[in-house]
T-cell receptor, first 115, second 112 residues
Framework: GAGVSQSPSNKVTEKGKDVELRCDPI?????LYWYRQSLGQGLEFLIYFQGNSAPDKSGLPSDRFSAERTGGSVSTLTIQRTQQEDSAVYLC?????????????FGSGTQLSVL | KNEVEQSPQNLTAQEGEFITINCSYSVGISALHWLQQHPGGGIVSLFM???GKKKHGRLIATINIQEKHSSLHITASHPRDSAVYIC??????????????FGKGTKLSVKP
């Protein structure tokens, strides 16, 4: 596709359930980021993938959070045993790292609500 | 202290006014981004700067590497410019060089 695609756009789940959020970056982009944004707050870094390098997981808030990026393309963010404080918009972005006129391209996000 | 500081946090302007949003950072960087987020909308990249100045329509972004400071200017502001403007830097120290550090954003409201 032409842009970064995230699915689902909305997810309502019960406390304690596991959820999977998906991100399809722009084809050819080697860098992929996950962020979350709580209502009225700034962007909180979660994890960063760059090519075949080991991902930077320093932003993951707990061991309930994990992410994969298969084949250097699609990424899945998994939250196990969800808690109410996990409710937020989860945003994915991709970029072509090192390109002179590099821009970040963001998906529309997944609104996660944990009841 | 946050590594990326934006000012002001909130800004209300009248249509037609010249607007400046500031971003200061305390780390070494390879690039700085200005992003725009409309209410309920996605995030759009406005500029990526590593030096000097860039202009796109009514938007101008400048960066002073020595002073570790960037400004985003909007000329002839319009209500449709109302959004949150976010500054983000790509750090070049240690760890992962791809990590971006975000400011908390400046919420701009332009009144007709």
């Amino acid at each position: 596709g032409a842009g970064v695609s995230q699915s689902p756009s909305n997810k309502v789940t019960e406390k304690g359930k596991d959820v999977e959020l998906r991100c399809d970056p722009i084809s050819g982009h080697t860098a992929l980021y996950w962020y979350r944004q709580s209502l009225g707050q700034g962007l909180e870094f979660l994890i960063y993938f760059q090519g075949n390098s080991a991902p930077d997981k320093s932003g993951l808030p707990s061991d309930r959070f994990s992410a994969e990026r298969t084949g250097g393309s699609v990424s899945t963010l998994t939250i196990q045993r969800t808690q109410q404080e996990d409710s937020a918009v989860y945003l994915c972005a991709s970029s072509l790292l090192g390109h002179r006129n590099e821009k970040l391209f963001f998906g529309s996000g997944t609104q996660l609500s944990v009841l | 202290k946050n590594e990326v500081e934006q000012s002001p946090q909130n800004l209300t302007a009248q249509e037609g006014e010249f607007i400046t949003i500031n971003c200061s950072y305390s780390v070494g960087i390879s690039a700085l981004h200005w992003l725009q987020q409309h209410p309920g909308g996605g995030i759009v990249s406005l500029f990526m700067l590593s030096s000097g100045k860039k202009k796109h329509g009514r938007l101008i972004a400048t960066i002073n590497i020595q002073e570790k400071h960037s400004s985003l200017h909007i000329t002839a502001s319009h209500p449709r410019d109302s959004a949150v403007y976010i500054c983000a830097v790509r750090s070049n120290y240690g760890g992962s060089q791809g990590n971006l550090i975000f400011g908390k954003g400046t919420k701009l409201s332009v009144k007709p």
